[in-house]
């Protein structure tokens, strides 16, 4: 999948934000920094995980919460369901700092946390979505002028969450179910690989014995027992397609040896991989 196209200023002439709404299934960016830009990043659906050049670990960031990356910070975003969306918004720098004078308080972006995001801001960002201006727009110069209203209402609901809202704390139960179903996307799109607990962890930013407890936790069995188990349900599903050797069925579930994949068989229950060849053959 090619990465999401992202660019280094989206404030041109005197505006102070901009807005953009992505959809994306299983989104990622390339490592980019944005120019005099602050970005807030609030997800819809699904988590995104943050990894920047200020944290040691990526952060992970759900719905209803919210991360400000400050301008000239690198970093890089990733996302794993189909059905991923979320709002970015950019602020220019001089309008943050007019914010922070008026708070008599800086935001606290040294280190990238993860924020509670008030209903307040919820609402600007449904409302600057509401207001976007559709092209049969009866009186289109009235609707952009309420739609630049919408985004700057946004822009400034964003700084004073940033200034005022609460850091969330990593431990929450309804974060760890998001996120096990996300890693189960995951495991499902890279079985033909052979994937490490330690490359999981991460990519979802977390340590391997973290991973281990909170998938455990969830879906009562390892991950690698879960990666080896979904191996053999679609490997049993392959082996009934014509033309499938045992050994390209192996190759296409992430393993080297047929020999291997037949000991996954016996492990979870199944006949051997070559009993499958015969029932198709019978069949025929």
């Known amino acids: 999948m090619k990465p999401y196209p992202t660019a280094s200023r989206h404030l041109h002439g005197d505006r102070i934000a901009d807005v953009r709404h992505v959809s994306v299934g299983e989104y990622r960016t390339h490592p980019h920094a944005h120019d005099d830009e602050y970005m807030f990043l609030l997800p819809r659906t699904g988590q995104l995980v943050l990894n920047v050049e200020s944290n040691i670990a990526p952060v992970r960031v759900a719905p209803k919460s919210f991360v400000v990356v400050p301008p000239q910070r690198v970093h890089d975003t990733r996302g794993y369901r189909p059905g991923q969306s979320h709002v970015a918004v950019y602020v220019a720098s001089d309008f943050v700092a007019f ?101 999981i962890a991460y990519e979802f930013g977390l340590s391997r014995r973290t991973l281990t407890r909170i998938f455990r936790d969830a879906t009562g069995e390892s991950v690698v027992d879960y990666q080896s188990r979904r191996r053999v349900e679609i490997a049993a599903t392959l082996l009934r397609a014509p033309g499938m050797t045992v050994l390209a069925v192996a190759a296409a579930v992430g393993l080297d040896s047929p020999s291997y994949l037949a000991r996954l068989f016996r492990q979870h229950g199944y006949a051997p991989p070559n009993a499958f060849k015969h029932d198709v053959s019978d069949i025929d």
């Open 99 to 199: 914010c922070e004078r008026k708070a008599r308080r800086k935001l606290a972006c040294e280190r990238i946390s993860i924020w509670s995001a008030p209903l307040g801001l919820l609402d600007a960002v449904r409302v600057a979505s509401d207001a976007r201006t559709p092209n049969d727009m009866p009186v289109p110069d009235l609707a952009a002028f309420r739609a630049d209203l919408a985004v700057r209402m946004l822009a400034a609901s964003c700084v004073e969450a940033g200034l005022t809202s609460a850091p969330i704390s990593p431990g929450r139960r309804d974060a760890h179910a998001e996120m096990v179903r996300d890693i189960r996307t995951f495991l499902d799109a890279t079985l033909d690989q052979p994937v490490t607990l330690d490359r």
